[in-house]
């Protein structure tokens, strides 16, 4: 069965700094894995997917079959970044998602 | 634009009682979705619906049912509310083959007294 892992619940850095959230997967076939983001009062959206390898909002993710991840990165964390992030896999020929249990991002001034 | 339209942004109801969440969404999605949001769990996927009048379980099912009746609207329903089923829940919608593609309702925040 197919499943996702956030080790971080609550991520706290200063503006400015790196931002490193982390995303574990389990899968046996071929993964896509997503970043979805939910600001403050605001619906979940999707962020980025590894297939189209894009920078979103200065934000990027690298698949790495080996380690099984699929981190979200940012060089320089601005306070709008802050957020609630999850991860999620997709199976079922596209249909289905299977998320995390998300990370709080919390970017300081 | 894509709206998916959740009836209720706070409920309350007492243990025992049935519950209705109505989603509605207007851009024609054959897929349909309730999760349930709880903190440090991330979202679990209660049901779904691939079209009109077909659902099928996703990993949570227990205490819940769903009815889609027409393409545009599905509808969560807790038979009888428990405690534990105080959450935030979430409707979404996608199109057949793009799941990641997920457009999510404003969220119902479920209180069982």
């Known amino acids: 069965a197919q499943r996702v892992t956030q080790p971080e619940k609550l991520l706290s850095v200063f503006k400015g700094a790196p931002v490193e959230l982390k995303c574990n997967y389990s899968?046996?076939?071929?993964?896509?894995l997503f970043w979805y983001v939910q600001y403050s009062r605001q619906r979940l959206q999707l962020l980025l997917r590894?297939?189209s390898r894009e920078s979103i909002k200065g934000f990027t993710a690298d698949l790495n079959k080996g380690e099984t991840s699929f981190h979200l990165k940012k060089p320089f964390a601005q306070e709008e970044d802050s957020a609630m992030y999850y991860c999620a896999l997709g199976f079922n020929a596209g249909n289905m998602l299977t998320f995390g249990g998300g990370t709080r991002l919390m970017v300081k001034p | 634009d894509v709206k998916v339209t959740q009836s209720s942004r706070y409920l309350v109801k007492r243990t025992g009682e049935k519950v209705f969440l109505e989603c509605v969404q207007d851009m024609d999605h054959e897929n349909m979705f309730w999760y349930r949001q709880d903190p440090g769990l991330g979202l679990r996927l209660i049901y779904f619906?691939?079209?009109?009048?077909?659902?099928e379980k996703g990993d949570i099912p227990e205490g819940y049912s769903v009815s889609r009746e027409k393409k545009e609207r599905f509808s969560l329903i807790l038979e009888s509310a428990s405690t534990n089923q105080t959450s935030m829940y979430l409707c979404?919608?996608?199109?057949?083959?793009?799941?990641?593609?997920?457009?999510f309702g404003s969220g119902t925040q479920l209180s069982v007294l």
């Open positions: 979404a919608s996608s199109l057949p083959g793009q799941g990641e593609k997920l457009f």
């Open positions: 619906s691939y079209d009109v009048k077909m659902k």
């Open positions: 899968y046996s076939g071929s993964p896509e």
């Open positions: 590894h297939i």
